[in-house]
């Protein structure tokens, strides 16, 4: 043996290196360090603002002086029920759940390729195309789709190239979804959520059916499934995570969301447009709150139905 | 006797590659066949063209007299158990056993009446509500065996299925699936790189190389009787005695093939031999010989005095042990 070669290395020096070796030594404490910025950030700053946003929606505000009273009540959630506000609600679940439906439809297919058939070349095409609409800002992407639909637009051009005008007018003629163009109907209103959302659809959908081994499709098909069966008792249940995953977001921002209808649409209020008007020129801080829960109230009961329904099992 | 599976000249390329290349293979009505060889020697696609999943790039398949040509899986009365078995994760052990039933359009309580004998047939009652993923290797194999047998079928595949199984269990598993062939009376065909397994299950065995068949044979001809030297190392690698010392011993200058068993240690007048690897391996002891150049193995028993590394012996074998061979490589 050569005893001038030690076993143990000798210490090293400077603070940085005693520091890397505590860390070392001490493998808790480099995880408090590395959680502690992200907890402060969501468990304060956020969960803490959501939280004042919900015991404000227990308050109410005094109808003459327009301040707030700090009493519990349940006044405020009362309010939300009048048909006005109602409304409002009805129409933005409705149009969420059509939205999300929609998504999941035109989303399948793309995720699909995306998952089973894209290699290489065609696979980077893919991401690049499904997230480029992301990186343009999304207030540009919304006008743009102004000036497809409005009236003197090129959806209207080209319908009119193809002498389908009437087709266009009688569509716009039916109530509820049709309008003056479809750039102030609920039907553009839907197909630019549509749109806009659509990317936080795909994303999900692809990853859970890039998770589906090839030889369940195929076990399926050697036990007497057709393409449909398989798709309907293998491909879709195992997908199914990521069809709740996309739905969650699809379904909260179309909840959430407040310029789109504004921009595109028949002017009535979504349940984004009541809370910024309620928080802002009203300064009804309570209800603006009380709309603000409803989100959450539909998200939570949705994913517990969802869990209920066993979407989660093949996770 | 009908033949369950014909192919011939069934080709199958992947751009240049030739995964299958003019295959003709015949296998018998309720015959226990085996496909042998090593990996990427076209055995699996072989197997893949049965069930459907693949189609020949050129050549005729015929599945009990009827051509298998742009028939899909799910119409060709055949099931598969798969190499990692491919269970259904989002299903528990009697909904995927009931799978077949259930495509079908037959009622619960049938099905999974169905299901519990099929259980029961491959020893695995009680275990319905369970999901894939809570149970063993040993019994994922015997879900996928029941979920296999269910519609039955009158071909079933078996791609590698003991592959990820310990030694012990594998060994209970090939006799269980000796007795399951002798009870169904269906044709099975299974798909190994393991000559052992191999040998000790099947009734015929085709051993592939490179994209063809190279010898099929009963057990007991693929081992006492290989075509090639290719077949006589890969089947229990034998010693390959190259025809010059063929001409020497037995005055005919062509290939043999030696078993390591045949080799015996004699006290003098055999081959002069030297030791140069002793392994013991229980009951017996593979010994590494050099005749002069040629290097052999032997295996001896391990009762006897064992030589070592080093030390010099002397070596003979029965004339009708050494097999001449058709052809060297």
Redesign the interface.
């Known amino acids: 043996m050569n005893s001038s070669v030690e076993g143990i290395l000798p210490g090293r020096q400077g603070i940085l290196r005693r520091f890397a070796d505590a860390l070392w030594r001490h493998p808790r404490l480099l995880l408090l360090l590395m959680l502690a910025p992200p907890v402060l950030w969501l468990g304060i700053i956020y969960l803490g603002s959501l939280g004042a946003l919900l015991v404000h929606s227990f308050f109410s505000i005094d109808e003459f002086s327009g301040l707030i009273n700090y009493e519990f009540t349940l006044k405020t959630y009362r309010e939300l029920l009048i048909p006005a506000n109602l409304d409002i609600l009805v129409r933005t679940v409705s149009m969420a759940t059509a939205v999300t439906f929609a998504a999941i439809v035109v989303a399948f297919p793309i995720a699909f390729y995306a998952a089973r058939y894209a290699r290489g070349r065609w696979k980077a095409a893919f991401y690049i195309g499904i997230m480029l609409p992301l990186w343009s800002s999304y207030l540009v992407k919304i006008y743009a789709w102004k000036l497809v639909l409005a009236k003197e637009g090129i959806l209207n051009w080209l319908f009119a190239k193809l002498h389908l005008t009437w087709l266009l007018e009688a569509y716009l003629s039916l109530p509820l979804i049709g309008g003056n163009s479809l750039s102030v109907s609920y039907t553009g209103t839907f197909l630019v959520f549509l749109y806009v959302w659509l990317p936080f659809m795909i994303l999900p959908l692809q990853a859970a059916l890039e998770r589906v081994p090839v030889n369940l499709l195929e076990a399926s098909a050697d036990l007497g499934g057709s393409s449909r069966q398989t798709f309907r008792h293998v491909v879709l249940p195992l997908a199914l995570p990521g069809v709740i995953a996309g739905s969650i977001f699809t379904f909260s921002l179309t909840l959430g969301d407040y310029i789109i209808p504004q921009i595109i649409g028949s002017s009535r209020f979504f349940i984004g447009q009541a809370v910024y008007s309620h928080q802002g020129t009203a300064g009804n801080i309570p209800l603006a709150a009380a709309f603000a829960v409803v989100p959450i109230v539909i998200m939570g009961f949705y994913l517990w139905m969802a869990k209920r329904a066993g979407a989660f099992d093949a996770l | 006797m009908t033949a369950a599976v014909l192919f011939s000249k069934v080709s199958r390329h992947y751009g240049l590659v030739k995964a299958l290349d003019e295959v003709d293979l015949e296998v018998l009505e309720g015959e226990f066949f085996a496909m042998l060889g090593p990996s990427g020697s076209g055995k699996t696609t072989c197997l893949r063209q049965i069930?459907?999943?693949e189609q020949p790039t050129s050549g005729h398949i015929e599945i009990f007299g009827e051509t298998a040509e742009g028939v899909?899986?799910?119409r060709r009365n055949?099931?598969?158990v798969?190499q990692?078995y491919?269970?259904?994760?989002?299903l528990n052990v009697l909904d995927n056993v009931a799978?077949?039933l259930?495509?079908?359009g037959i009622a619960k309580t049938e099905r999974y009446r169905s299901a519990e004998e099929a259980l029961d047939l491959v020893a695995l009652p009680g275990l319905g509500k369970r999901r894939a993923g809570e149970l063993s290797g040993g019994q994922r194999q015997r879900v996928a065996l029941a979920?296999?047998l269910i519609?039955k079928p009158r071909v079933l595949l078996l791609d590698e299925p003991l592959g990820a199984l310990d030694l012990k269990l594998r060994e209970q598993m090939q006799e269980e699936l000796k007795i399951l062939h002798r009870q169904l009376g269906i044709t099975f065909i299974f798909v190994t790189h393991d000559q052992n397994e191999a040998l000790s299950m099947a009734d015929r065995v085709a051993l592939f190389n490179q994209g063809r068949i190279v010898q099929v044979g009963t057990p007991q001809e693929i081992y006492r009787q290989p075509d090639s030297s290719f077949v006589a190392d890969f089947v229990g690698s034998s010693n390959v005695l190259p025809p010059d010392f063929v001409a020497s011993v037995a005055g005919e200058h062509r290939w043999a093939s030696l078993r390591p068993e045949s080799i015996r240690l004699t006290s003098s007048d055999g081959h002069e031999a030297r030791v140069t690897a002793s392994n013991f391996l229980g009951s017996s002891t593979r010994l590494t010989l050099y005749v002069g150049e040629l290097r052999l193995h032997a295996m001896v028993p391990s009762a006897s005095a064992v030589p070592v590394v080093g030390d010099n012996v002397s070596i003979d074998w029965d004339r009708q042990d050494m097999h001449l061979m058709e052809e060297g490589v």
Not at chain 2, 86 to 90: E, N, Q, R, T
């Open positions: 069930a459907g999943f899909p899986p799910f055949v099931n598969t798969f990692d491919a269970l259904f994760p989002h799978y077949g259930m495509i079908r979920r296999a519609n």
